[in-house]
């Protein structure tokens, strides 16, 4: 009842496809079964094709996504070019477990594409910065469950981008409609090597 | 007493200069001459072992040494300092960089790195600055492309193609400015780098007076296991037979 993860809600998920990735979350804040915003978006992105999503306590989603955004942005200036997914993971998963001992109760995830070689990279987190490395798609948040199951039954590799949009759609809506904490819109990024498309999805206010 | 000399040592003369750097460039200027060159398919750092007698063991001194796997670093001037100075950079790598990111700082960030630790001593209490200029030589993986830098005392930095410190800097890079183009291969390189020593050294070049490293491509015998997705390490020490084999074709 008290757990930290799941006072305010919210779920994410992420999926590889034929050289494209796409990354999606749901829109709710709560506070335990009283819903409180119906536009807290969950998905960060770090330069042209890299996104984090932060499912867990909102506090913490928000004083991450700050951290990472500071984090990055000297990274940038130091480096003069873009993080890669795999060096912003390794980035996360340093800075969660720098608070090994009082950790922020979030489930992150990362996807994007290496800027230079397009390869897509999706990856997920403990909340002390544990890396699953994962081949096909990743979840997180409070409908974790419901994501994994619709996830093992929907997904299938070297889907299109327009192919992966659906399947991510299908799997978060129908996985949120089954969690009382997450839900009230959703919001997914489809990530290809010449563009990023963002959709808002309409879901079931209830 | 301690904080009797604990303001720096190194402070504006009234004509505005840093008198303490420039004596650190002198004696720089009266160290062993170090050659850098960079080409299209990797760096060489070459440099004399120098012995001041035939009774000292030269074969396991190094005067080059390794950073992280695709950097190496060399210096002209006080060879304790150097050893400070590599310690230093090696740990840097890793807190710095390394812990953070799991993969090693590109060249660039590494030299900004080793600069900052030079610099802060100019500005520090009861310090001396570091009484060398180092050449570091590397792989950045990001650009797919070999860099070279040198380093002073001040904690300024310079990007180079190719260049030399030491006592006969002046005349070896009159002589890399002849001999280097942008389509040089390694083993050019490296024939110019003896060249260029065979100039400065008094004695024969034999492979037991000099300290050769390339940075090149991966060396996957020398990363000591398989099976991995680990490259192997570009920093490559030439062995005193490969100098040998160069000198011969000299």
Not at chain 2, 152 to 168: L, N, R
Not at chain 2, 183 to 200: C, P, T, W
Request: hydrophobic content about 40%; overall charge negative; glycine content about 8%.
């Amino acid at each position: 009842m008290s757990d930290p993860f799941s006072l305010n809600g919210g779920s994410a998920v992420a999926m590889v496809g034929k050289d494209c990735v796409a990354i999606a979350s749901d829109l709710r804040l709560g506070n335990q079964s009283l819903g409180l915003s119906n536009n807290f978006e969950k998905i960060f992105q770090f330069g042209d094709k890299t996104f984090l999503g932060l499912t867990g306590l909102a506090t913490d989603v928000i004083t991450l996504s700050e951290v990472f955004r500071f984090k990055h942005n000297l990274y940038k200036l130091r480096e003069e070019r873009d993080i890669e997914p795999k060096t912003l993971a390794n980035l996360v998963s340093s800075t969660l477990y720098e608070k090994r001992f009082g950790p922020y109760f979030v489930s992150p995830l990362v996807a994007g594409l290496d800027p230079k070689s397009n390869v897509p990279f999706i990856c997920g987190f403990d909340s002390i910065g544990c890396i699953d490395f994962a081949k096909d798609f990743i979840v997180g948040g409070t409908a974790s469950d419901q994501l994994y199951g619709l996830c093992e039954s929907l997904y299938e590799p070297s889907l299109e981008p327009e192919d992966l949009f659906e399947t991510i759609s299908q799997v978060l809506l129908n996985a949120v409609d089954r969690d009382a904490l997450s839900g009230w819109g959703a919001v997914v990024y489809i990530v290809t090597k010449d563009k990023i498309i963002r959709r808002v999805l309409k879901t079931r206010q209830d | 007493m301690a904080d009797r000399y604990s303001f720096s040592l190194t402070t504006f003369s009234p004509s505005g200069k840093l008198v303490q750097i420039e004596y650190a460039l002198n004696a720089i200027k009266q160290g062993v001459t170090v050659i850098g060159i960079k080409s299209a398919n990797g760096v060489v750092l070459a440099t004399e072992k120098k012995a001041s007698s035939n009774l000292l063991k030269t074969e396991n001194t190094s005067k080059i040494e390794l950073i992280t796997p695709d950097i190496g670093m060399t210096y002209s001037g006080m060879g304790p300092d150097f050893r400070v100075l590599v310690d230093k950079a090696r740990k840097l790598a890793h807190t710095n960089y390394k812990r953070i990111y799991n993969e090693y700082p590109p060249v660039k960030i590494m030299v900004q790195e080793i600069a900052k630790v030079m610099q802060e001593s100019t500005q520090s209490g009861g310090i001396r600055p570091f009484g060398v200029s180092l050449l570091v030589g590397g792989y950045d993986a990001h650009s797919d492309r070999f860099q070279l830098y040198q380093v002073d005392p001040s904690g300024s930095y310079f990007p180079w193609k190719a260049t030399a410190i030491g006592k006969t800097s002046v005349s070896a890079k009159t002589f890399l400015e002849k001999r280097w183009n942008e389509n040089l291969e390694l083993e050019d390189a490296i024939h110019v780098s003896l060249l260029a020593l065979k100039e400065s050294v008094d004695g024969e070049l034999t492979g037991d007076n000099l300290d050769i490293v390339v940075v090149s491509d991966p060396q996957e015998h020398l990363l000591g296991f398989k099976g991995t997705s680990v490259e192997g390490p570009r920093f490559k020490k030439l062995s005193s037979e490969e100098i040998n084999d160069r000198l011969d074709s000299l």
